[in-house]
C-alpha cells in the first residue's frame, strides 16, 4: 500500500487502451496502477519501489497458456503472498485450471463488471491476510431448466415457482437478489421455458458498461451519428429480436437510456442512435437489481415508470444464508458439474467438508461456494473433498448458526428454528416433500416410491401443504 493509503496494483498488459479502461474501474475502490508491458518488464517491475508496495498483480491473458503460466510461476516464486488474477475474453474453464495450478489467485473473463472486479481485488487482498474466500467469479456457464435447479428451501422455490409460471408468458420480470444468488441462471431458465425458447437469450450487463455507450450498446447506431461512429452498429434489442434480453444490474442504467427503455416497454419500438426512423422488434425483457430497485426509484436514480413497467412480476430470491439446508445437494450439484470441465476429475465431498460449508454465511451466495469449490476441486489430489481442502473458510472461523443449522444427514432439511426449538411436524414434512421433488426433478412416481407414499397420497399431501407441483 502506498503512503498516501492507496493500494498499488500492477497491470501486465501489452494494449494501452486495455489498460487505461482497467486502471479506471480500479481507480473506483481507490486502487493506483502501475503497468507493465510484458513478463521481462513485470519482473523488473517488482524490484522497483512501488514493485516493492505492491497489493496485488492483475496479468491480462494475451499470450499463449505455456508463457502465462511461466509468468505466474515466475511471479509466484518471487512473491509468495502477492495476489494473482487473471483477465480473459475466453471463458474456456481449462485456463482457469492451468492459471491457477500455476499459481494464479483467480480467474476473471472480460468484459469486466465493475463490482465484480473490485471485488475479486478485495477478496484477493483480504485473503492474503484473513484467509478470507477468493473472488467472485463466474467459472462455469450456468444454462439449466427449472427442473435442473438445486434447492428445496420454501422460499427459493416459491421463488422458482414465480418464475416458471411467469416463463410461459409474455410480460417482463424483474429478478431482485444479492450478488451471486444466481439471478441469471433464473433468467436462462425463463428463457428455456418461454415460448422464444428457439432463439436465443441476449445478456447485458448495464453496470459494465460506460454510461456515455449504454444507449449505442442497447439500441444501435448509424454510422456518423456521433464522434467517433466510423461505422453502423446493431444494437441488442435488435439482436434479441424474437427472443429474450437479460438486463443485469438495470438500476445502473444512465436516465437517457432509462427513457427509451421506457418508450420501448410501452410501443414495441427502438430507435438507434442517429436512425430516421424507429425500428419494431419483439423482445421480451428480463431485467435484475442486486440491490433493492424500490429504493433506488425513492433516491432519484432510477425512473418510477420504468420501475412498474419492468416489475410487472417480481421474482425475489433468498441468499444462501438463508438456505443453509441446500447447501449438500447444491455441493454435490455443483461439483459434478465442475467435473465435467477439461482438465477436472468427479470428486465426492465427505461430511466434514459439507459441515464446515454449512455453517459458513456465504456473503458471495452460489457464486462463492462454486467458485470456493472450484478452487478446491483445481488443487484436490485425492478422491474426494475434505475440510482441509477450504483452508479460506476455515481460517475465518466458521461463524455458527447454532441449532437453526442442523441438517438432517446432510439432505438439506432444518429441524430446528432459530430461537432452538423443534419445528412443526408439518413444516419439515413440506420441506421434505419439496427435497424430494427437486432432487427427483418432479418426477411425481418417483418422488411418491422414495417416500414411500402412493401418488394420490402425495397429491393429496401437495393440496394439504400448499404446495405448488413446480415446487
Not at 196 to 202: D, N
Not at 227 to 239: L, V, Y
Not at 311 to 335: F, K, Y
Amino acid at each position: 500500500m502506498t503512503r498516501n493509503g492507496q493500494r498499488l496494483l500492477l497491470l501486465i498488459d501489452d494494449e494501452p487502451a486495455q489498460r487505461r479502461l482497467v486502471a479506471a474501474l480500479a481507480a473506483r475502490g481507490g486502487w493506483r496502477a502501475v503497468f507493465a508491458a510484458d513478463a521481462e518488464m513485470a519482473i523488473a517491475t517488482l524490484g522497483t519501489q512501488d514493485g516493492m508496495q505492491l497489493d496485488a498483480i492483475v496479468l491480462d491473458h494475451c499470450t499463449p497458456d505455456a508463457d502465462a503460466t511461466m509468468l505466474i510461476a515466475a511471479l509466484r516464486e518471487r512473491r509468495p503472498a502477492l495476489p494473482i488474477l487473471m483477465l480473459t475474453a475466453n471463458g474456456s474453464v481449462s485456463h482457469a485450471v492451468s492459471a491457477m495450478r500455476a499459481g494464479a489467485t483467480d480467474f476473471l473473463v472480460k468484459p469486466l463488471a465493475p463490482d465484480r472486479f473490485l471485488a475479486a481485488l478485495d477478496a484477493a487482498v483480504v485473503g492474503t491476510s484473513a484467509g478470507e474466500l477468493r473472488p467472485l467469479t463466474e467459472k462455469i456457464p450456468a444454462l439449466l431448466a427449472f427442473d435442473e435447479i438445486v434447492g428445496s428451501s420454501p422460499d427459493f422455490r416459491a421463488a422458482l415457482a414465480i418464475a416458471a409460471k411467469a416463463a410461459r408468458t409474455r410480460v417482463s420480470i424483474l429478478l431482485e437478489g444479492e450478488i451471486g444468488v444466481g439471478k441469471d441462471v433464473i433468467a436462462e431458465a425463463i428463457h428455456a421455458a418461454s415460448p422464444r425458447a428457439k432463439k436465443p437469450m441476449t445478456s447485458v450487463n448495464c453496470g459494465a458498461i460506460p454510461a456515455n455507450l449504454v444507449e449505442s450498446e442497447l439500441f444501435g447506431h448509424e454510422k456518423g451519428a456521433f464522434t467517433g461512429a466510423f461505422e453502423r452498429k446493431i444494437g441488442r434489442f435488435q439482436d434479441a429480436d424474437g427472443g429474450t434480453l437479460f438486463l443485469d444490474e438495470v438500476g445502473e442504467m444512465p436516465i437517457e437510456a432509462q427513457i427509451k427503455l421506457l418508450h420501448f416497454l410501452h410501443t414495441g419500438e427502438m430507435q438507434a442512435i442517429g436512425a430516421r426512423h424507429p425500428r419494431e422488434v419483439d423482445v421480451r425483457v428480463i431485467a435484475a437489481s442486486n440491490n433493492r430497485l424500490l429504493d433506488e426509484v425513492e433516491a432519484g436514480r432510477f425512473r418510477e415508470d420504468l420501475y412498474y413497467r419492468l416489475n410487472m412480476v417480481q421474482v425475489t430470491i433468498p441468499p444462501l444464508r438463508e438456505r443453509t439446508g441446500d447447501i449438500p445437494s447444491l455441493a454435490r450439484h455443483l461439483l459434478a458439474r465442475i467435473a465435467q470441465q477439461p482438465g477436472l476429475r468427479s470428486l465426492g465431498i465427505t461430511d466434514d467438508a459439507l459441515e464446515l460449508l454449512v455453517q459458513y454465511d456465504w456473503p458471495g451466495n452460489v457464486r462463492q461456494l462454486q467458485n470456493a469449490l472450484f478452487r478446491a476441486a483445481v488443487l484436490c489430489e485425492d478422491a474426494a473433498l475434505t475440510r482441509d481442502d477450504f483452508p479460506q473458510i476455515a481460517a475465518l472461523g466458521n461463524r455458527q448458526r447454532g441449532p437453526a443449522a442442523a441438517v438432517a444427514g446432510g439432505g438439506g432439511v432444518t429441524l430446528f428454528r432459530s430461537d432452538g426449538n423443534l419445528r412443526a411436524l408439518e413444516e419439515i414434512e413440506a420441506d421434505v416433500i419439496r427435497l424430494a421433488i427437486g432432487h427427483y426433478r418432479g418426477r411425481m412416481t418417483e418422488v411418491a416410491r422414495r417416500l414411500g407414499i402412493g401418488r394420490s397420497t402425495l397429491y393429496r399431501k401437495l393440496g394439504e401443504l400448499g404446495i405448488d407441483n413446480a415446487a
